[in-house]
């Protein structure tokens, strides 16, 4: 149905605002296109590293009262190194604990006078260790510890960034039903304006299919130019904003990166397919009522 | 049933090119044909008359497969129109060259490219020596030589005509039809579409001419065998001899 027929090509009359409005929308499709693409994968990255960053790390905080501390952070640490599915267990230090603290209360805070709680950080294997077993072990053996697991806030963050990754895919889903619309209608102008054109083809022996085929595929090479400058654009655009890096958030981490780029290349023919089944479909509804 | 033959003709089979059996059509609620029957001859040359909005184009569409009929069998080339597709129609037409009398371009090409849009639209070629050079020859007989690279609005009425028997001719087909030819032309230029005609149908052609002018029936009943219907009171019938 692409195939290149100039003579065909030359039956449809070459300009009007059918043309305009195709080349124009899918380039402003292919430009949002590339932006939802964009987020969705860049909303995926970063549900991929908070889950592969925090899905293997847990805090214990003992906040055993005056004298007790020490004993219950070593029988907390000998439980930890006997668990199953934890590769380390490690008591941070008054630094540590300190450094933590700095953002919010300044480097000279006198951590030593506050009843600040003793922390061990936890190193899990791939698998993980049975929380609720642990949670049990410590009771026993140091009561006053509090096994966070990360579960309860990193959750709610996965799912986010799935959700927002869900929506850039929902949002490549709606521009390319809009898009298709917007053929559709282009393509249904066209094939009523050219009715003339219609009626003479048929005259002289044309069948459907090479009519429609006139229409069809000059509106999905219209559609594959506009999406391939929207697409460029677009990129362009991505280029431009800056990038804060590994540490950055959502709004200054919406890059294209690895196998990103296949989809980004997909978007033109992608969009000249889409054309391409509008139009088809425009077009053989119309030679049927041209009928 | 009526079967017009060419008394002069070669000698061959005279299958019916055109072949209707008690078609009617109707339109709007209204019946605008009735129960014609007719089979036209390979070779024949006829003439279609009667009163303005009688359904001569009606009748003409009905012969080349525009319009299907309400009632009745249309048969063209032996096959009933009914059972084919919009496909398998527009191969038929192939064999069908039709002249209108607002004949109809493609205007945005020139007229070459016009005459030669019924090779185009069945995949033959149009673009080789032989194709060119037979084009040059089709512009040349039908006097357009000059004017190959115009438009088609640059055209006058009767180059338009000429362009449209051109067009209507290059698939070499079978059966030419013509609604009114020369109802915008002079009559010299009249004349001058009449003798293409006439050549095509001492060349074997099935001619079908709607027409009012009946000077136009006359010079050619001067040079080639022709029959004449009229359509009168929604019927078919053989026109009397005082044309």
């Not at chain 1, 230090?93 to 709680?117: K, N, V």
């Not at chain 1, 304006?193 to 048929?202: C, F, S």
């Not at chain 2, 009526?2 to 609620?29: F, P």
């Not at chain 2, 205007?107 to 673009?127: F, K, M, R, Y």
Request: glycine share 8%; net charge neutral.
């Amino acid at each position: 149905m692409l195939q290149f027929d100039e003579k065909a090509d030359r039956v449809v009359p070459p300009t009007g605002f059918t043309a305009r409005l195709t080349v124009f929308s899918s380039f402003a499709m292919a430009f949002l296109a590339v932006f939802a693409l964009a987020l969705s994968l860049a909303a995926g990255r970063v549900a991929e590293r908070w889950g592969d960053e925090l899905a293997q790390s847990s805090t214990l905080r003992i906040s055993a009262p005056a004298g007790e501390g020490v004993t219950q952070t070593e029988a907390a640490l000998r439980v930890l190194r006997t668990t199953p599915g934890i590769v380390d267990a490690r008591a941070l230090t008054i630094d540590e604990q300190r450094a933590l603290l700095t953002p919010w209360f300044g480097a000279d805070i006198p951590i030593e006078d506050l009843p600040l709680p003793q922390l061990i950080d936890i190193t899990e294997t791939d698998e993980g260790y049975d929380a609720a077993g642990l949670r049990l072990r410590l009771a026993a053996e140091a009561p006053a510890a509090v096994l966070d697991d990360h579960a309860r806030w990193r959750r709610p963050l996965i799912e986010a960034a799935s959700r927002l990754r869900i929506l850039g895919w929902a949002s490549i889903l709606l521009i390319a039903t809009a898009s298709a619309a917007m053929v559709t209608l282009a393509a249904n102008a066209a094939l009523a304006a050219n009715a003339q054109v219609i009626a003479v083809l048929r005259l002289v022996g044309a069948k459907d299919t090479y009519i429609a085929r006139a229409f069809v595929r000059r509106f999905a090479l219209r559609s594959l130019t506009g999406a391939a400058f929207g697409t460029l654009v677009g990129i362009v655009a991505l280029v431009l904003i800056p990038s804060r890096g590994d540490s950055a958030g959502f709004l200054t981490d919406l890059s294209i990166q690895g196998w990103g780029w296949v989809w980004v290349i997909l978007i033109p023919p992608l969009s000249g397919l889409v054309a391409f089944i509008a139009t088809r479909f425009a077009a053989r509804r119309v030679l049927e009522e041209l009928a | 049933m009526l079967r017009h033959n060419n008394a002069g003709n070669r000698g061959r089979d005279k299958t019916a090119v055109i072949e209707l059996e008690n078609v009617a059509y109707s339109y709007g609620g209204g019946e605008l044909l009735t129960d014609m029957t007719l089979s036209v001859a390979p070779g024949s040359f006829h003439f279609l008359t009667g009163p303005s909005g009688s359904g001569k184009t009606t009748f003409l569409k009905l012969c080349y497969g525009a319009l299907q009929a309400t009632a009745g069998h249309v048969r063209l080339f032996e096959r009933d129109v009914r059972g084919l597709g919009r496909d398998d129609v527009a191969i038929l037409r192939r064999k069908i060259g039709v002249v209108h009398q607002d004949c109809q371009f493609l205007d945005h090409l020139p007229v070459t490219e016009n005459i030669a849009l019924p090779l185009s639209v069945s995949g033959q070629d149009t673009s080789g020596a032989g194709a060119e050079a037979n084009l040059k020859e089709l512009l040349a007989w039908v006097g357009l030589t000059a004017r190959g690279d115009a438009l088609p609005p640059e055209l006058s009425g009767g180059e338009r005509q000429r362009a449209a028997l051109a067009r209507a001719v290059i698939m070499s087909p079978d059966v030419i039809l013509a609604d009114e030819p020369t109802g915008n032309i002079d009559w010299e230029m009249s004349q001058r579409l009449l003798t293409l005609l006439v050549e095509l149908n001492r060349m074997g052609k099935t001619i079908l001419v709607a027409t009012h002018d009946l000077g136009l029936i006359r010079a050619a009943k001067a040079q080639v065998p022709t029959r004449v219907l009229r359509i009168s009171n929604r019927r078919l019938q053989m026109a009397g001899a005082d044309l």
